[in-house]
């Protein structure tokens, strides 16, 4: 039974409108002023409200713009009555975030219908954003279980050898083992995080307020932040001899440095792990139609046209054919980053030539 607020100072009008809602089998509440409506709604947190724009002190624009920065009302679908019928009026409510405007005088079916399409459209949003939770809760439960095994199984197996033949084994091959332990924990390490990342940037999507923040913030110097994720890298995998930048200088991206560290790091990983030491790989930073471009091309083993489509579905490619170390969540990740921050992903691959992947941003 959905829980209707009424907010109006007129008393003979806010009660014709409870009586005409009594017959919906809505549950109603009702405010005489902005102010007791605002506290109403924080405390009670109905499923629409029915405000009057022109009230005294606290009139229906800032009723909402109250509820719209407070992150509980923050989605409650708002109806505005209004005198006012021009369209400079209709225009601010709306921008603003009003979800229907009804004009006095109104007929009891028109405000009935206008309360019943914004609740069957907040109950679509529900259940998009629950699909949206189940989808993202199936991807992550069908491809943990064999990413977590493989590295847990070397580290549990070397820990075994260590302890059953301790006085055996030689200073070299308890060296050897430890490395083999350690390579094993920082995969599995690499995995939770990733695993973690990715879910938050999916539970990003859901919240307007975190996303409108996010938007907001901007990296100066982003060629400095490629070249020490790439130093950092190639550093660790001994193929800086393989590595060619093209970094403008002088470009402000609109994004916050830990997600563009992340976008760097796993484009390059990538390109690293799935191509031939002694190739080329190429990042580049430039100025493209008033959009900053990153492009980072490998000449590696590549992929096919549905591979590229199956970007984001957190698996990898070829497993029965190639070994490789990771979860497919790379370009996921990669992906989920430029969507947040309006930008545009495309990858240009051919299998045994290469990969391409190129990202607009502003």
Partial sequence: ???ILVIEDEAELREGILVILSFENFTLLEASNGADGIEIAKRELPDLIVCDIMMPEVDGYQVLLRLRTHAPTATIPIIFLTALNTHTDTRYGMELGAEDYLTKPFRSHELVNAIRVQLRKQALISDLAMQQL???????LYSMPHEFRTPLVGIMGYAELLAMEANSITPEEISSFANTIFGSATRLQHLLENYIFYTQLRLLHMD???LTGLRRNTVQHPQEIIRAQIQQLFERTDRFQDIECVLMDHAVLHMAQ????KLIAELVDNAVKF???ETPIKVSLQLANSHYAIDVQDCGRGMSPDQIARIGALQQFDRKT????GSGMGLAIVKQIVELHQGEIRITSAPNQGTTVSIRLD
Avoid: G, I
């Avoid at 189940?134 to 992550?140: A, G, I, S």
């Avoid at 830990?258 to 560290?261: I, K, R, V």
């Avoid at 190639?322 to 170390?325: A, G, L």
């Fill in 258 to 261: 830990p997600y563009l560290e």
């Fill in 134 to 140: 189940n989808d993202l809760r199936e991807q992550v």
């Fill in 322 to 325: 190639y070994e490789q170390q």
């Fill in 1 to 3: 039974m959905a829980k």
């Fill in 275 to 277: 191509s031939e030491k």
């Fill in 208 to 210: 307007p307020d975190r």
